[in-house]
Structures are given as structure tokens and as C-alpha cells.
């Protein structure tokens, strides 16, 4: 399918760093943006964006930030500002302007991070407000601010729709940039807000596969067709036999 390597997040939901970097070192000639949730990143921390950042690829911080909002604020203002140095700045060169160092040797590897839309658009509205303030202060791109609506663990009821199309307006009215939705609402909140809100399913599932607790699920195929721009697959790559191969029949 055309594109799918530029819409293919690989969650990586493993405890340790040394399993994360084994997954990235294999699969990032491949794979271009993982996800980093709340399991990696409470075991490694920034280190983890450090070291997926090294490599080249970007990260997804998936920890479905809900809090006060200021607290939410200097979080997602936190996250805008994980750097790494792409070389040494040389010697002589330290006292550079910010944006000369950061135009010349820093790199953000944090491209999207979520924000949990129950936290309410106060709360939304100052996260996007500290991720443009930092971002601008850094001369960098702010990164992708979505929110959750309901979890794919959750299973489908008369209400499920109704609700995650409510959340996907409070995120549009708050400013973020889209929403993370299972694939089953994908074709519905396109429709409604537009070709420019981003949607981000998880839950993707060959149609032979288990859903293991992920309830509303549908193939990476069908998430594309009804119009996600990206899909987050975690356990069918993590635990195949070949996680590189099951790329491979993946972004076939």
C-alpha cells in the first residue's frame, strides 16, 4: 500500500531499555516513527527518547496526559523540548544563538504526544498552549497534539460513537491537532472534521489474529481505507517469530 511506511507506528510495549533497543536497531530501517507509552517510559525515561532519537526515527510519547491543566502544560512543554545533540557542538561554538544551535545541532525526537480529552478543554487548550510556547522558544515545529477518546479495550455499545465524536470536538475546539480513536470510528470523524485532523488508530489486527484485550480492532488495510494517518501496531510485530518479516507483510 503506498504511503504506509510514512503512516506505521511500531509501539514498543516492552519494560526495559535494552529490549526497546533491540526493536529499534532491527526495525528502524523500516520503520520511521515508534511509540513510547507509559510501561517503557516510566522504566527509562528521557533516555528512551534519547536513544530512538539516535537512531534516526521519531517518537510517539503515548502517555495520555490528564491533570491540572497547568500541570499538563509544563509536561507537554517538557516533552517539546527532549533534544538530542545530532553531533558535538565544536569547540568555540558553545555560546551560539539558541536557534543557531538548534537549527545546526540539536534534533527533536518527539513528533506527537497525547493528551487524554477527559481532562476537558482547559486542560487541552493549555496543553496546546505550552507545547507552541516551548516550540516557538526553540525555533523548532510544535509536535502533533492528540487526544484520546475512547480506549480499543473498551468494547462498542450504542454510545461509543456518540462519545468519541463529542471527544474528537472537544480536541478540535481546544486546538489539537487530532485524535487517537480505534479504527471502527475512523470513517466517522473523517467525515465530520475534515481531510486535516489527524487520526491515529491503534488496535490495527490482521483479520486471523487475536485482539488479546484490544476490542474494537480492524486490519491495517481498512484503518488506511477509512482514512487514518497512522496506524499503531504493537504486539503482531513484538512477539512474531520474524518482527522484521512481519513489517514486511504489513507494509505490503
Not at 105 to 131: D, Q, R
Not at 239 to 251: F, T
Amino acid at each position: 500500500m503506498p504511503g504506509l511506511k510514512d503512516k506505521l507506528i511500531v509501539a514498543l510495549d516492552v519494560d526495559t531499555l535494552e529490549k526497546a533497543k533491540y526493536f529499534v536497531e532491527l526495525l528502524s530501517p523500516k520503520v520511521k516513527f515508534f511509540k513510547v507509552g507509559s510501561q517503557l517510559f516510566t522504566a527509562c525515561g528521557p533516555a528512551i527518547v534519547e536513544m530512538i532519537g539516535g537512531k534516526g526515527a521519531k517518537v510517539f510519547l503515548d502517555l495520555k496526559f490528564l491533570d491540572i491543566p497547568n500541570t499538563v502544560s509544563s509536561a507537554v512543554a517538557s516533552g517539546t523540548a527532549s533534544s538530542i545533540k545530532i553531533v558535538p557542538i565544536p569547540s568555540g561554538l558553545e555560546e551560539l544563538k539558541a536557534d543557531e544551535q538548534v537549527k545546526k545541532y540539536l534534533s527533536f525526537p518527539v513528533f506527537m504526544m497525547t493528551l487524554h480529552a477527559l481532562g476537558g478543554i482547559e486542560m487541552l487548550k493549555e496543553a496546546v498552549k505550552g507545547a507552541t510556547e516551548k516550540a516557538n522558544e526553540l525555533k523548532r515545529q510544535k509536535p502533533y497534539l492528540v487526544g484520546v477518546t475512547v480506549l480499543t479495550s473498551e468494547a462498542a455499545n450504542k454510545d461509543t460513537s456518540r462519545i468519541v465524536l463529542e471527544r474528537a470536538r472537544l480536541a478540535k475546539d481546544a486546538g489539537l491537532d487530532g485524535v487517537v480513536c480505534a479504527a471502527t470510528e475512523t470513517k466517522i470523524i473523517r467525515e465530520e472534521f475534515g481531510p486535516d485532523f489527524i487520526i491515529v488508530n491503534p488496535g490495527i489486527r490482521a483479520k486471523t489474529a487475536k485482539g488479546n484485550d484490544q476490542k474494537r480492532v480492524m486490519t491495517a488495510k481498512e484503518a488506511i481505507e477509512a482514512g487514518a494517518n497512522y496506524i499503531v501496531v504493537g504486539r503482531p510485530i513484538l512477539e512474531a517469530k520474524d518482527p522484521l518479516k512481519a513489517v514486511d507483510a504489513l507494509l505490503d
